[in-house]
């Protein structure tokens, strides 16, 4: 008997610097795929309908990560658009850096959209506290990995 189990898994990390470039923390974190984001996947197997996951934004609230969310709690800012976006054998990476003034604040929540408002959220996470000023640069490499299990 053949049996076919998949699991996508989410990790991130997450750089803060300051001004000069000097790194202030380094972390990594797990994420929770809701369930917006496993029908995203899905709906992108059998067409495009959807929009590619496109942006990342950041929040405030540190309510326990659910299946059921579509959206981070209190985004500090706006979504920002992801530098990058690649596919490497059954991982994707996601990157986006929020400049000096982009998502400042006591940062303990971040999401993955597929729209700059509205849309789709493939997950969230939420974190302790990284506190960002607003001269510090931050950087959060979100890697989404596909296995059989």
């Not at 990790?11 to 984001?37: A, F, P, W």
């Not at 986006?96 to 509205?118: K, L, P, Q, R």
């Not at 997950?123 to 510090?136: H, I, S, W, Y």
Request: hydrophobic content about 40%; glycine content about 10%; proline content about 1%.
């Amino acid at each position: 008997m053949i049996k076919d189990a998949l699991k996508l898994s989410g990790e991130l990390t997450i750089v803060l610097k300051d001004k000069d470039g000097k790194v202030k923390q380094e972390r990594q974190e797990k994420n929770l795929v809701v369930d917006s984001g496993l029908d995203f996947i899905c709906s992108r197997m059998v067409g495009t309908a959807s929009a590619v996951m496109s942006h990342m934004a950041v929040g405030s609230d540190n309510t326990a990560t659910a299946a059921g969310q579509t959206d981070l709690l209190s985004i500090l800012g706006s979504r920002e658009e992801l530098d990058s976006g690649t596919n490497t054998d059954n991982t994707v990476t996601y990157v986006s850096t929020f400049e000096s003034g982009d998502g400042t604040g006591a940062i303990v929540e971040a999401g993955i959209f597929n729209a700059a408002s509205a849309g789709d959220m493939l997950c969230r996470t939420v974190f302790p506290v990284v506190n960002k000023g607003a001269e510090d640069t931050m950087t959060i490499t979100w890697t989404i990995t596909l296995s059989a299990v």
